[in-house]
């Protein structure tokens, strides 16, 4: 009896497992934490200084206990969760030696491998570079592009990476065996973000040509979506079927793959700045969506990192609250178990020196995210 009744619990999670696997790949697995979450205190933001220059990507490890952080000093940090220390210092810029391999332009974006192995880097001189994770150790380098490497990102489950550059073209890689695959095009404008899940597919976001696309691979067609009035800057996918996208006039966009228009769009998300007559909205300079759940952060330099809810079938986003940030928030990551999320600080935007915010720190800042005792719930999203 007792044998039975092991049998059947075991197959009841199992059945369970599945049945979230299944939700994950329609894009109906979204995890409620929007209401259990507290605003963090000041006093719990770890602070982590290391890089001399803005801090412009991050990435952190599948096991949450690694942040990989790139700057503008051309220098690659591996830091400590735990206790933030340094462990690993990759150095760039004017330092290279022929054995560091380091970045000699600014590094603009990273990825790094579902079961932690591989770490790549872009930078601003065309150049993709890969490096083995744990030891930070340089394996290859691969060219191609004939631009600046604006997005990076490995397909979920395989060593597969994708590239997108200001060329306007997008590349795909098979890291484990140094190859490049094959190269798509479509961006009537620089490509300025990239993110993919574990479908053979990647989606961009192609700044001043307003659209944002989506690229099945294997069949080597593109989906474009029209939706933001300025240059769209960032993209992150929620789940399978739905992303959020940043742009220069101030909006953020939740979309779905079914439509091409955005299913809910934020105008002037993070407020305006300069004097009456003159002001402008503040830039969202990042987006980050905590996989398969309904959290969205965004950030902007308006001095806050905004934190919002997903409302169910992905039609509203409702601002939770705003964390204090000083300076541009350049990236933002949350972390796989969703009980930090991590943002990169810099004293200017990644992809220029428009302004200069003499009081931020280049820094990466690990925001908490502390749960109500009520606990977080999951259901599949209706009609979504």
Not at 246 to 262: N, Q, Y
Not at 295 to 305: E, L, R
Not at 354 to 369: D, H, V
Request: net charge neutral.
């Amino acid at each position: 009896e007792e044998k039975a009744e092991e049998e059947a619990l075991e197959r009841d999670l199992v059945a369970g497992r599945l049945k979230e696997d299944v939700l994950e790949q329609k894009g109906k697995l979204q995890r409620q934490i929007a209401k259990s979450l507290q605003l963090p205190n000041q006093a719990d933001i770890q602070v982590l200084q290391g890089h001399r220059l803005p801090i412009t990507c991050l990435v952190i490890s599948p096991d949450d206990k690694y942040i990989f952080s790139a700057a503008k000093d051309c220098s690659i940090i591996k830091w400590d969760v735990e206790n933030g220390r340094k462990l690993h210092v990759i150095h760039g810029g004017k330092k290279v030696t022929e054995e560091s391999h380091g970045h000699t332009a600014h590094i603009m974006s990273m990825a790094i491998s579902s079961d932690g192995k591989y770490l790549a880097t872009g930078d601003k001189n065309k150049l993709i570079m890969i490096w083995e994770a744990a030891t930070c150790q340089h394996l290859y380098k691969f060219t191609g592009h004939r631009d600046a490497v604006s997005g990076l990102s490995f397909r979920k489950g395989t060593h597969q990476l994708y590239s997108a550059s200001h060329d306007r073209s997008v590349k795909v890689w098979n890291v484990a065996e140094n190859a490049y695959v094959e190269t798509l095009f479509g961006h009537q404008d620089v490509i300025t973000g990239l993110d993919s899940l574990s479908r053979e597919c990647c989606v961009t976001s192609g700044g001043r040509d307003n659209t944002v696309r989506v690229w099945k691979i294997p069949e080597e067609s593109q989906l474009v979506f029209y939706g933001h009035q300025g240059s769209i800057d960032c993209i992150q996918l929620i789940n399978e079927e739905h992303m959020v996208s940043g742009a220069d006039d101030g909006s953020i966009a939740l979309w779905g793959l079914s439509k091409k228009k955005p299913l809910s769009t934020v105008k002037k998300a993070h407020g305006f700045h300069g004097s009456q007559g003159l002001d402008q909205p503040y830039w969202i300079t990042s987006v980050a969506a905590l996989l398969n759940s309904d959290i969205v952060a965004t950030g902007s330099h308006s001095a806050s990192v905004k934190l919002w809810k997903c409302r169910e079938g992905f039609r509203k986003l409702e601002p939770l609250f705003d964390i204090p940030l000083v300076g541009f928030v350049n990236s933002l990551k949350f972390s796989n178990t969703g009980h930090f999320l991590v943002a990169g600080i810099g004293q200017e935007h990644r992809l220029g020196r428009w302004w200069r915010i003499k009081e931020a720190k280049n820094s990466i800042c690990i925001i908490p995210l502390k749960k109500t005792a009520a606990g977080n719930t999951e259901m599949p999203v209706e009609g979504s």
